[in-house]
């Protein structure tokens, strides 16, 4: 028997990010002109869409938990080590194998969560909360919880519906995005109006923004855009 390396993270990040781009396609070619109700044509349309949000959501943030588990592995010596953290002494690497052996990596601590325990074990100032990657990055992993975990529920609803009783996650997320263009305005918020291109778009382009942060508190010297199609 051989044992083999297997890191995906950098796949998963692809695929994320190729969701959302088919997710602002199909956007972009529906035959919807957001007048009146739409057909059953529309609405196979918009489903296409949702399902291209979905992915790109729940593959990213498993891209962002993946990479901070190899970061993690990689210390503890499972995987090839890379000298890129500039920021990074060699007693750093030694805790973090430490707790990667230890499964304290595992405890129930979300990507986000993972990323800040790296900054502290480092010795390094933890990603602000006031940041905008950081709020977005939590935004996110939010909306993917309630994806993966998700409990047929009754929400408020209304466009004169006041902020403060608006659902918890609504409340994340309005304004970070454009709107899904493939539903009418009056429907609701969860999950017609948050599934769409906009939401696929955002998502991605929060994951980019929050590991650009987190690697340059790291001291890695690598910076990546998404470039998109005009």
């Known amino acids: 028997m051989a044992l083999v390396s297997d890191p995906i993270a950098s796949t998963l990040t692809s695929a ?53 588990n190899e970061i993690f592995s990689e210390a503890a010596g499972t995987l090839p080590r890379r000298d890129l953290m500039r920021n990074v002494d060699r007693k750093s690497y030694m805790r973090w194998a430490q707790l990667w052996n230890d499964g304290a990596v595992d405890r129930g601590l979300n990507a986000l969560e993972k990323c800040q325990l790296a900054l502290a074990e480092a010795n390094l100032p933890p990603l602000a909360n006031d940041r905008s990657a950081v709020e977005n990055m939590k935004a ?4 993917r919880n309630e994806l993966v975990h998700s409990e047929p529920k009754f929400r408020p609803h209304g466009p004169r519906l006041p902020q403060r009783e608006r659902d918890p996650l609504e409340r994340k997320l309005r304004g970070k995005f454009k709107p899904n263009q493939l539903v009418p305005e009056h429907a609701p918020f969860m999950w ?17 923004a929050f590991e650009n942060e987190f690697f340059a508190a790291l001291g890695i010297p690598i910076h990546s855009e998404i470039q998109w199609d005009t």
């Open 16 to 68: 994320s990010i190729g969701f959302a781009r088919r997710a602002v396609e199909l956007t972009r070619v529906s035959t919807w002109s957001g007048v009146g109700e739409p057909t059953i044509q529309h609405e196979i349309e918009n489903r296409r869409v949702i399902e291209q949000t979905i992915g790109a959501v729940i593959v990213g943030v498993a891209s962002v938990e993946g990479m901070i």
């Open 140 to 143: 996110l992993i939010a909306l």
């Open 192 to 208: 017609q109006r948050c599934l769409g291109a906009g939401c696929a778009k955002w998502s991605v382009e929060t994951l980019s």
